[in-house]
């Protein structure tokens, strides 16, 4: 069984078919049931370790010993051995080359759900926690943004913004029933409702967003497409997430399930399910991977997962999701790579006194601001 089946049982997302290939697991053994009840302390105490090279080495042992050959199988056991990690931070706190993180002034929040809707005259509407909104063609709770499937008799298409900020995450839902998950720091463009006989179309701005599309064969065979940039993606009925952020070369296009066709004006390419393609947005060169879909797409379901990424890379997530500026001072642990599965909605100290405690990568929050030295 995967080890995504886990952290989908403990946030209650299994579906009908994965409940059951859980019960089958759990059942199995005893031991079964002494590492799930393990897993979920930690996870309901926010403790999910990014877990270093050495430690990766250590989890690797534990698999071969326990004759698991399943890759998940490696973030169960690192999830389980973060007793172990916790021992050895407090041995090093009482080592006198160990310098405390310096705290002048935290403020940092943890991302929650929010978004600034615009609507077709200019108009902007917060939303938010506490915060109901309703119109004749949408609803929000705060959390959710529904538009009604009602088709409308208009010609013309009138379209909406949905910007999510730093800190932020939300889920729309468009007028055909297309799901949309947004990332922090992203943006789309969509009209609220789309006609009849005409291409469902619309637009990743930037950021990322996970699209759950719903299929032509419900709307008499009108496509579906996403535009970002430089590239163009048209589905008939499928699930892929997009990664577009401005501050990255490349966009990132992960297929989940189903098929999609992506170009860039001059050529294109066919994505199956655990492919990944990367368009340089400089020269639009494409390029195409074999990913963990989990990895890739692992922040919908609150939770981060990182397999050997740079530490540079964790803390760009990082930043989006907290709001917070990172720098590092010092440079040579940008490359420092670390793997491990984190909890949205731990507490940012969390993560780093974890990072300090296997690497003794020292930092400062001052503010918003986090120094890497």
Not at 194 to 223: C, M, W
């Amino acid at each position: 069984m995967e080890f995504k089946l886990i952290i989908k049982k403990l946030n209650k997302s299994l579906t009908q078919k994965e409940k059951i290939t859980f019960s089958e697991w759990y059942d199995e053994s005893k031991l079964h049931k002494n590492y799930f009840d393990k897993v979920q302390v930690n996870y309901q105490n926010n403790i999910h370790p990014i877990d270093a090279e050495k430690g990766w080495k250590a989890i690797e042992r534990a698999v071969e010993k326990s004759k698991q050959k399943n890759n998940y199988w490696k973030y169960a056991i690192a999830a389980s051995v973060v007793i172990l990690i916790s021992i050895s931070f407090i041995f090093n706190k009482n080592d006198a080359r160990i310098t405390e993180p310096l705290i002048v002034n935290n403020t940092i929040e943890i991302g929650t759900d929010k978004a600034t809707l615009t609507l077709e005259d200019g108009s902007n509407v917060i939303l938010g926690k506490g915060k109901n909104y309703e119109d004749v063609n949408a609803k929000s709770n705060g959390q959710t943004l529904v538009y009604n499937t009602k088709n409308d008799s208009k010609p013309e298409i009138a379209y909406n913004y949905l910007t999510i900020p730093r800190g932020g995450q939300f889920f729309l839902q468009l007028s055909d029933g297309t799901k949309v998950w947004l990332n922090s720091e992203s943006k789309i463009k969509y009209p609220k409702k789309f006609i009849e006989g005409k291409s469902r179309q619309v637009e990743l701005v930037y950021g990322e967003a996970y699209f759950d599309v719903s299929p032509s064969t419900n709307h008499n065979g009108d496509t579906f497409k996403v535009n970002i940039q430089v590239q163009e993606i048209e589905v008939l009925g499928t699930e892929f997430n997009i990664k577009a952020y401005d501050d990255e070369d490349s966009i990132y296009t992960t297929l989940v399930e189903g098929k999609v066709a992506i170009s860039n004006g001059i050529t294109g390419e066919i994505l199956k399910p655990n492919q990944q393609s990367a368009i340089n947005t400089q020269n639009k060169d494409i390029t195409m991977t074999i990913v963990d879909v989990y990895n890739e797409t692992s922040w919908r379901n609150g939770v981060f997962s990182f397999n050997k990424k740079p530490l540079k890379e964790i803390m760009k997530t990082l930043s989006r999701w907290y709001d917070i500026d990172i720098v590092f001072i010092n440079k040579d642990f940008e490359d420092v790579q670390f793997n491990g599965v984190l909890n949205k909605k731990q507490n940012i100290e969390h993560i780093l006194l974890t990072i300090k405690a296997i690497n003794n990568i020292n930092y400062e929050i001052n503010d918003n601001k986090i120094l890497i030295k």
